[in-house]
């Protein structure tokens, strides 16, 4: 179970918070982007920020892909294969190095037809050698993306693609004229990611419902699952607190980033829900927001704070006048998605330190499948094979297409 701290170093005076650093980094290529449509410095760095609200949220241990350093008794191969977010057509790449704690994804454009405005999923692929090379590819280091039931996922990348038709915004700061390209970027990355594409996202599906402990813990019910995205149970449309990010205030009610069709109106780009981040713990990844301790009131008689909470983590906290033995201000309560707040009802006389604890208050997949795979070897009587997995690819629509 991971552990997140943050600090506010206090003389009843003033402040300072730390965040938790990112452990995965979600690396954007564009060398399919064979018709130049991220051709400026602002497309780039809008599709660049989405993947990177990711990568600061995930803090998963993913093993390297290389069958250059992996170490088999026979030769190894693998073939990455994604949909050419170009061309639409299946692109092939060999033996394609992947590093440690790395996703790779794709990126271009193309003329969608419909109201389609873009298309994501993580990449397939073909390998010869034994299975524990297999499991490399599938699981890279993560028991529970190859067990059977699957509890985790664990992809060596995917593609996404977008209409070049659209009249787009690529604003990072909140509506504008066009299309939220932000919006659709962090909604395919999400497919990327294995929100209606991974096998685990098949596991935790039963009828049309999506059964994930978190999910069903932020909404206060289970969630709709049909064709890859999420659904109101109760009919109409299935909102969530914010997760605050791109100018959006954090625990304000908007639609879930993963229904099948966006919305377009409001203030607030349509960002990462609650309700979304506890699908991707549910998932198996290892979401770990980052943890700030903002002081709201500073003076000797009081001390008051507040936090952007999540609804899978607990928070406590915390006091020490020594920043070596912390007493217990506020006991653990749980995240809701809002902003929360608490005081301490005796702050002490001179200096004081404040830190606020965080933990997963839901075992992740991750935690209950095991520690980490080995990097080599095959098991007895495993024989040298060829295997194929393909690509998975999802849609979004515009709900108020032009």
Same mark, same amino acid.
């Given at each position: 179970m991971k552990h997140c701290l943050a600090y506010l170093t206090l003389a009843l005076l003033a402040f300072a918070s730390t965040a938790t650093? $990112?452990?995965?980094?979600?690396?954007i290529d564009y060398s399919l982007d064979t018709d130049n449509f991220f051709d400026t410095p602002e497309k780039r760095a809008a599709l660049e920020a989405a993947a990177d609200l990711y990568a600061d949220l995930l803090?998963?241990?993913?093993?390297?892909?290389?069958? *250059? =350093?992996?170490? $088999?008794?026979?030769?190894?191969? @693998?073939?990455?294969? &994604? !949909?050419? %977010? +170009? +061309? *639409?057509a299946e692109h092939e790449i060999d033996n394609? &190095? &992947?590093?440690?704690? +790395?996703?790779?994804?794709?990126?271009?454009? !193309? %003329?969608?037809? /419909? $109201? =389609?405005?873009?298309?994501? /999923? %993580? /990449?397939?692929?073909?390998?010869?050698?034994?299975?524990? @090379?297999?499991d490399r590819i599938r699981g890279r280091g993560n028991p529970g993306a190859i067990a059977t039931p699957r509890t985790d996922f664990a992809p060596w990348g995917g593609s996404v693609s977008f209409d070049s038709d659209a009249s787009w915004n690529f604003s990072l700061e909140g509506n504008g004229p066009g299309r939220e390209f932000v919006s659709i970027a962090l909604h395919e990355l999400g497919h990327v990611l294995g929100i209606g594409t991974a096998d685990v996202w098949q596991v935790l599906t039963s009828t049309n419902v999506f059964t994930g402990p978190a999910a069903n813990q932020s909404l206060g019910a289970s969630p709709d699952a049909f064709n890859g995205h999420l659904q109101n149970p109760a009919g109409g449309t299935l909102e969530s607190p914010l997760f605050g990010s791109f100018a959006a205030l954090h625990g304000t009610e908007r639609p879930a980033l993963m229904l099948p069709s966006l919305t377009d109106t409001g203030s607030n780009f349509d960002v990462a829900t609650d309700l979304d981040l506890s699908v991707l713990f549910d998932l198996g990844w290892e979401v770990t927001p980052r943890t700030s301790l903002e002081a709201t009131a500073l003076s %000797?008689?009081?001390?008051?704070f507040t936090w952007p909470s999540t609804s899978f983590i607990d928070y406590q906290l915390e006091r020490a006048t020594d920043l070596a033995s912390f007493d217990t201000v506020v006991t653990q309560t749980a995240g809701d998605g809002f902003a929360q707040a608490a005081a301490d009802p005796a702050p002490p006389a001179g200096r004081a330190f404040y830190r606020l604890r965080s933990q997963n208050n839901l075992a992740s997949a991750t935690s209950q499948s095991g520690g980490g795979l080995g990097a080599a070897g095959g098991a007895v009587g495993d024989e040298p094979r060829t295997i194929r997995v393909d690509p998975v690819i999802v849609e979004c629509q515009d709900m108020h297409p032009e």
């Open positions: 650093l $990112s452990a995965v980094t979600i690396e803090d998963d241990d993913l093993l390297e892909i290389d069958p *250059n =350093t992996f170490d $088999s008794p026979v030769p190894v191969s @693998w073939t990455a294969i &994604v !949909r050419h %977010p +170009t +061309t *639409n394609l &190095v &992947v590093p440690a704690d +790395t996703i790779i994804v794709f990126a271009g454009a !193309r %003329p969608i037809p /419909g $109201s =389609t405005l873009g298309t994501g /999923g %993580p /990449g397939g692929f073909s390998a010869s050698g034994l299975q524990s @090379w297999f %000797p008689d009081a001390a008051a």
